[in-house]
């Protein structure tokens, strides 16, 4: 049987890029090289608080709350002002220096380039839907060898709405001329990948590595190399 007509959708970052090991990479470059260890000596202090502000800040600016500017520095600020240190120029620094050292990373979800190739090899068309930053998303994907596998790369600036919101899903389907009935979101954000691409007509799986989630969601993998043969019975 032919795929052909058969569309799979990536969401990029914890989906196929690891974004953790990667973030963890250039966050400990900027800790050497930036002065940044004489304000704060400990990375694993610097990095928990880096960690827990990213994470408040980057909910705000998927919620439209927070300009992408202002996430890009002020999670540098916010985790400064967690040790008393006040330095606009570190915080430029910081800022730039993540952006431009981040998506240079290379570190892949496990077996994520295998599976990329056993689906092209088995027909589907292959694309990616993904929230992240237009300008970063595209190097992320050339320096970690996967650009190749993608026909659309959709970024949610591009459309001015992120996932879930069903025009970024039905951008990506007209831009790939693919039929919702034929097409598959997979990603690990339950809310941003799952429902939003159910809504929108498609099929969704879940890329959830925690084993102890105990969610019902009936497509759920927590190993990306079982893909090929869901996404095959998902999509005859």
């Given amino acids: 049987m032919g795929y052909s007509d058969k569309h799979v959708f990536f969401d990029l970052d914890r989906t196929l890029w690891d974004f953790e090991a990667n973030s963890e990479r250039a966050l400990r470059t900027l800790h050497q090289g930036t002065g940044l260890v004489e304000y704060i000596p400990l990375f694993d202090k610097f990095h928990k608080a880096y960690l827990k502000n990213n994470k408040h800040l980057w909910h705000k600016y998927s919620s439209g709350k927070l300009s992408k500017e202002e996430l890009r520095y002020e999670r540098f600020r916010a985790t400064l002002r967690n040790f008393n240190v006040v330095n606009e120029n570190l915080t430029v620094q910081l800022g730039d220096g993540y ?17 990329l190739e056993d689906l092209k090899e088995m027909g589907f068309n292959l694309h990616i839907i993904t929230n992240g930053f237009l300008e970063v998303q595209h190097v992320k994907l050339k320096y970690a060898n996967i650009h190749q596998h993608f026909q659309v790369i959709l970024c949610s600036e591009e459309v001015g709405f992120n996932k879930p919101h069903p025009t970024i899903f039905s ?45 019902k969601y009936e497509y759920k993998i927590d190993c990306l190399s079982k893909l090929p043969l869901l996404t095959a019975q998902l999509l005859k």
């Fill in 171 to 215: 951008q990506a389907l007209q831009q790939a001329n693919a039929a919702a009935k034929n097409s598959l979101m997979v990603g690990d954000d339950y809310r941003a990948d799952v429902l939003g691409s159910i809504k929108a007509g498609m099929q969704a799986v879940w890329y959830q590595k925690d084993r102890s989630n105990k969610s």
């Fill in 99 to 115: 952006v431009e050292l981040s998506p240079k990373q290379t570190a892949l979800i496990p077996h994520a380039e295998r599976v």
